[in-house]
């Protein structure tokens, strides 16, 4: 069973920074697409950033040169660092998994992040 544990998230100050971290069991990071989505109230759950398995990072252009996903293999775990951040980051955050399918099957609970003005 696949299991994605978020933790990480709360409040910051516009301009601040925070690290999100996932870890993840049932499944190998360094085999799997790994990414981040997030929900604001009201709005549609988006696509923040993507790891693929070969390591090439997809950022989307909203937080590109403020937001980093990466991955620790050995510890199996990916992150998100959040910096530069603004109130319109506020969200809640979730890490995401790619199965054999190719498609997100595996979610984390979630994790609250509000920036402040």
């Known amino acids: 069973q696949v299991q994605l544990v978020e933790s990480g998230g709360g409040l910051v100050q516009a301009g601040g920074s925070l690290k999100l971290s996932c870890a993840v069991s049932?499944?190998?990071?360094?085999?799997?697409?790994m990414a981040w989505f997030r929900q604001a109230p009201g709005k549609e759950r988006e696509l923040v950033a993507r790891?693929?398995?070969?390591?090439?990072?997809y950022h989307r252009d909203s937080v590109k040169g403020r937001f980093f996903i990466s991955r620790d293999n050995a510890k199996n775990m990916v992150y998100l660092e959040m910096n530069s951040m603004k109130p319109e980051d506020t969200a809640t955050y979730y890490c995401a998994s790619t199965g054999i399918g190719g498609s997100y099957d595996a979610w984390g609970q979630g994790t609250q992040v509000t920036v402040t003005s």
């Open positions: 049932g499944r190998t990071v360094r085999t799997s697409i």
């Open positions: 790891i693929n398995w070969n390591g090439v990072t």
